[in-house]
Nanobody
């Protein structure tokens, strides 16, 4: 069982920045794992934001955030980060961290096996 705990959400003005963290525990994280960030706004489906392969650090981004968000990982702290810059009101959502243990279908929500409880990000205009 993998436990994921997100932190770092909050209220920020448009144009501001936040850094989300996802602490991973419960079982070893293998190089084949992919760690992802998703978000869900009220009334909308959960959508893929970014992912990173734990071993080589290959990164994947949704087009909507590619130029503004950066995903990274710390193999020592076993933590995944999402640096969010130039935030827009449309980025308002609950942000979730997730683990894909099969290491494939990186952009597909159903491919992720373990999920955190989420952290709220609110961007005011």
């Amino acid at each position: 069982q993998v436990q994921l705990v997100e932190s770092g959400g909050g209220l920020v003005q448009a144009g501001g920045s936040l850094r989300l963290s996802c602490a991973v525990s419960g079982r070893p994280v293998f190089n084949s794992y992919i760690m992802g960030w998703f978000r869900q706004a009220p009334g909308k489906e959960r959508e893929f934001i970014a992912a990173i392969s734990w071993g080589v650090g290959r990164k994947y981004y949704a087009d909507s955030v590619k130029e503004r968000f950066t995903i990274s990982r710390d193999n020592v702290k076993i933590t995944v980060y999402l640096q969010m810059n130039s935030l827009e009101p449309e980025d308002t959502a609950v942000y979730y961290c997730a683990t894909n243990i099969l290491g494939r279908d990186e952009l597909a929500t159903p491919a992720y096996n373990y999920w955190g409880q989420g952290t709220q990000v609110t961007v005011s205009s």
